[in-house]
């Protein structure tokens, strides 16, 4: 059996969208990614550090269009991985300065995740892992991950550190 090499990282998502200032507004400006490209009027690539793109946002299809219905087949949500805890602070504390709603906050004992809609209801992950060595694994080595609430609380106590 195949089995793709470790090294293997998903390196980034291509999502269309209804109003690309839109989009950009929350991407760019609340985010906080930067823009790499425009590509004519229709497509714009941004960037986590000047990395080509993790983002590439176009109307080429979906231009004024309604978002896709939940119920239907298509993306879950794109998961946006921060390299600390203070990292995934710093941007709920900005989501809350924002009043931009959240849809979820959970513990998954891997990880701990922030859950929110993008302007045209894409779900969007805002995340860190746990270092591994705090994973929860059973006595057999099989790794048991949950979905329990996120301590915001805690979460911005990170901020005073």
Do not use: C
């Amino acid at each position: 059996m195949y089995k793709v090499p470790v090294e293997t990282k998903i390196g980034h998502v291509h999502l269309k969208v209804a109003d690309l200032e839109r989009a950009l507004t929350f991407y760019r400006d609340l985010l906080g990614f930067e823009v790499t490209q425009w590509y004519g009027m229709s497509a714009v690539f941004l960037s986590a550090g000047g990395y080509h793109h993790h983002i590439g946002l176009n109307t080429w299809y979906s231009k004024g269009a309604a978002p896709a219905p939940v119920r239907s087949a298509g993306l879950f949500h794109t998961a946006i991985l921060y390299p600390m805890r203070k990292d995934l602070a710093e941007i709920f504390k900005r989501l809350l300065d924002a009043n931009y709603t959240l849809t979820g906050a959970s513990d998954h004992g891997v990880s701990e995740a922030l859950y929110l809609n993008d302007p045209d209801g894409n779900g969007v992950e805002l995340y860190w892992d746990k270092p591994r060595d705090q994973w929860p694994f059973d006595e057999q080595g099989n790794l048991q991950m949950i979905t329990e609430p996120l301590d915001l609380n805690d979460l911005l106590l990170e901020l005073q550190k």
